[in-house]
């Protein structure tokens, strides 16, 4: 059972936060206290960039002890913004301790998400990463795609239909899925509109000379390997769109 202390912070989170779920009765007398966040856009939702699932696990004791911190599903942040983030979380907790300090945490996470409000993790297409002049194009799951790296899967996926069923459909009939966690994306997304987009530019640290770690050379025929076999399947894109 949590303590009484902490209880009435859960009923203050509670009345400024309808979304947040807190479980008081885990294993050990722990509480569980979760809640998907997204930077401050207003009620323009189509300008969240980034989110994240963020948890706490209270020990009984906490205030005393110090929350641990667990970042669920986070979406278009890279891995070093998400050390920083944890970094500053930690450090706070740590000056906090013996007071309740939720809110204060959940603040400093939104704060995040608001300044940081812009995919800094890769393309999954071409694995480049997302700078200030790219178009991109988010999903409702928040993977982020090069608008052009996308619009030439998705042509490729339509066109490898075609070629491979008898009937034809038109692109709006074929399904048409995330990439990377196979969310359905809209039947309606204009592929024409996304291939149009300008082709994604280059970050600076691929500018310059590019030495070739020895471990890629070695990988190679076994990614040759994968390569021939999801060509096969129709899984790779297709060469001649990319320029
Ligand atoms: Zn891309
Ligand atoms: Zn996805």
Same mark, same amino acid.
């Given at each position: 059972?949590?303590?009484t202390e902490c209880?009435?912070?859960?009923e203050?989170l509670?009345?400024i936060?309808k979304?947040?779920?807190i479980?008081?009765?885990?294993? #050990?007398?722990?509480s569980?206290?979760s809640m998907? =966040? ?7 939702t189509?300008?969240?960039y980034?989110? =994240?699932?963020?948890e ?9 002890s110090l929350p @641990?911190i667990?970042?669920?599903n986070?979406?278009?942040?890279s891995?070093?913004?998400l ?5 500053d979380?930690v450090? *706070? *907790? ?6 309740p300090?939720?809110f204060q =945490?959940?603040?400093?996470v939104k704060?995040?998400?608001t300044t940081n409000n812009?995919p800094?993790s890769e393309c999954?297409?071409?694995?480049m990463s997302f /700078?200030?002049f790219?178009?991109f194009? /988010?999903p409702?799951c ?5 608008s052009?790296?996308l619009?030439i899967?998705l042509?490729n996926?339509?066109?490898?239909? #075609?070629?491979?069923n008898?009937?034809k459909l038109?692109?709006?009939a ?6 990377v966690?196979r969310?359905?994306?809209?039947p309606a997304?204009?592929i024409?509109?996304l291939?149009?987009?300008?082709s994604?530019?280059? +970050?600076?640290e691929?500018i310059?000379?590019v030495?070739?770690? +020895?471990?890629?050379?070695? #990988?190679?025929? &076994?990614l @040759?390997? =994968?390569y021939?076999?999801? @060509? &096969? ?5 297709n060469?001649?769109?990319? /320029?």
């Amino acid at each position: 059972m949590p303590s009484t202390e902490c209880e009435e912070e859960f009923e203050i989170l509670q009345s400024i936060y309808k979304e947040i779920v807190i479980e008081p009765d885990k294993p #050990n007398g722990e509480s569980l206290v979760s809640m998907l =966040l997204f930077p401050a856009t207003g009620d323009d939702t189509e300008l969240r960039y980034v989110k =994240l699932t963020l948890e706490f696990l209270l020990g009984r004791d906490y205030p005393e002890s110090l929350p @641990k911190i667990i970042f669920r599903n986070p979406r278009g942040l890279s891995e070093d913004q998400l050390e920083i983030l944890l970094q500053d979380l930690v450090k *706070s *907790s740590q000056e906090m301790i013996g007071s309740p300090m939720l809110f204060q =945490l959940i603040d400093t996470v939104k704060d995040f998400l608001t300044t940081n409000n812009r995919p800094a993790s890769e393309c999954p297409i071409c694995l480049m990463s997302f /700078t200030d002049f790219d178009v991109f194009y /988010t999903p409702s799951c928040y993977h982020h795609f090069h608008s052009r790296c996308l619009g030439i899967h998705l042509q490729n996926i339509v066109d490898t239909y #075609n070629e491979t069923n008898e009937v034809k459909l038109s692109s709006e009939a074929i399904e048409k899925l995330c990439p990377v966690c196979r969310l359905g994306l809209d039947p309606a997304i204009d592929i024409d509109k996304l291939k149009a987009a300008p082709s994604p530019s280059p +970050s600076e640290e691929l500018i310059g000379e590019v030495e070739v770690p +020895s471990e890629w050379v070695e #990988n190679r025929d &076994k990614l @040759k390997e =994968l390569y021939d076999k999801q @060509k &096969k399947q129709g899984g790779i894109i297709n060469m001649k769109y990319v /320029t």
